[in-house]
C-alpha cells in the first residue's frame, strides 16, 4: 500500500482507488461512495499530531475504508433479507459510449463516482454476483490480493488474521470465481447481444430460444420499486416468451446496445430515460445468464446518459 504524503492533495489522491476497492467489495456504488466518505471522516477527525505519526495515509484509509465495507457486508445479509425480489449489484456504464452532460449541464460539481471506476474483469456482472456468494473475510482477501495485489501480510492488517489465514480465505474465494471469468470474446458477445437485441424487437420467440442456452437463467431487481418478476426465469424457453410479452406490454421502449460494467449489454430507455440495464453472461454462442437492474435507485448512474 505504499508510503504517502500526508498533504490535501496526495489524500485526495487516494478517492479513485478507495472507490474502485469498494465498489468491488459491496457491489453498490452508493454503498462505495459512502464507505469512502466514512473513511476521510475519520481521517480528518484525526488530530494533526497523529496525522502526523502516519507513514502512509494511503494505506490507513484503504484499512479503514475495508473495516467499514466489513461493517457494511456483514449486516446486508439481514438487509437483503428484507429486501423485495432478488438484489443484484448495481450496473455501470462506459461513458465514452454516451454524452456525459446533457442539455449543456454545469460540469463543475464534484466528479461521478462511476467515472473513477475501472471497468475490467473484476466488475462484470458475473463477477460481482460470484463475489455475492463469499463471506464477507473472503471476499475481502480475495479482491484485495487477486484484484489489487496487496500482499497478505498487508490484508492480515485489515482482516486483523494472520497472513496464511488471509492466504486461506483468498484461496477459498478463488475456487467459486473459475466460472464468472469471461469465456468469449467482447466481439463475441456483443455478437450474441446484438442478435438477441434484434430477435427482441421483431418478437421473434423462435430466434430467442436459439441464442439462449437451454438452462439459461434471467434475474431481475426491482428492488419493490417497479414491477418485475419476483423470482428467477430458468430455461431459455421460458425466458423468451417472457421477453416477447414485455416487448407486447411496452412497445415504446427504446433498446440500445451499451456496455455494462464494461461488457457488451443493453439498455432500455423510456421518453429518453434509462428504465432497465440488462448485463449478459455468454457461453459459446449462447446467453447463459442476465440479470435486469430495473431499480431505479440502481440506476443512478445512468440518469443523465444520452445518445
Known amino acids: 500500500m505504499g508510503p504517502g504524503g500526508t498533504g490535501a492533495q496526495e489524500i485526495s489522491g487516494e478517492r479513485r482507488q478507495l472507490i474502485n476497492v469498494a465498489y468491488r467489495l459491496l457491489g453498490s456504488l452508493a454503498e462505495a461512495e459512502d464507505a469512502v466518505q466514512e473513511a476521510y471522516a475519520r481521517w480528518y477527525g484525526l488530530s494533526p499530531g497523529r496525522r502526523a505519526e502516519i507513514v502512509s495515509p494511503g494505506a490507513w484509509l484503504t484499512t479503514v475504508t475495508c473495516r467499514i465495507c466489513l461493517d457494511v457486508l456483514g449486516s446486508a445479509r439481514a438487509r437483503r433479507e428484507r429486501y423485495v425480489g432478488a438484489w443484484l449489484p448495481e450496473p455501470l456504464p462506459d461513458r465514452t459510449e454516451w454524452g456525459r452532460h ?13 467515472d473513477q471506476i475501472v471497468l475490467d474483469e473484476s466488475v462484470t456482472m458475473a463477477f460481482l454476483v460470484v463475489l455475492e456468494s463469499m463471506t464477507p473475510a ?3 482477501a480475495f479482491v484485495l490480493h487477486d484484484v489489487f495485489r496487496y500482499p497478505f501480510a498487508e490484508i492480515a492488517g485489515v482482516l486483523e488474521r494472520s497472513p496464511a489465514a488471509c492466504k486461506q480465505l483468498a484461496s477459498s474465494a478463488r475456487r467459486r ?34 441464442l439462449l442456452d437451454p438452462a439459461a437463467v434471467m434475474t431481475a431487481d426491482g428492488g419493490g420499486v417497479v414491477g418485475t418478476v419476483l ?23 427504446e433498446l440500445l446496445e451499451r456496455s455494462v460494467n464494461g461488457m ?35 440506476l443512478r448512474p445512468w440518469a443523465r446518459q444520452t445518445a
Open 102 to 114: 446533457a442539455g449543456g449541464a454545469d460540469t463543475s460539481g464534484p466528479a461521478d463516482p462511476a
Open 138 to 140: 473472503e471476499r475481502v
Open 177 to 210: 470465481v473459475g466460472s464468472a471469468r469471461p469465456a468469449v470474446t467482447a466481439t463475441g458477445r456483443a455478437d450474441v447481444v446484438r442478435h438477441v437485441k434484434e430477435a427482441w424487437q421483431s418478437k421473434d420467440i423462435a430466434a430467442l430460444v436459439s
Open 231 to 253: 423470482r428467477p426465469v430458468e430455461g431459455g424457453a421460458r425466458i423468451a416468451q417472457y421477453m416477447a410479452a414485455i416487448a407486447d406490454k411496452a412497445p415504446d421502449l
Open 264 to 298: 457488451p449489454g443493453l439498455v432500455a430507455r423510456r421518453a429518453g430515460v434509462v428504465a432497465t440495464v440488462a448485463a449478459f453472461d455468454v457461453r459459446g454462442d449462447r446467453v447463459t445468464r442476465i440479470w435486469v437492474v430495473r431499480n431505479p435507485q440502481k
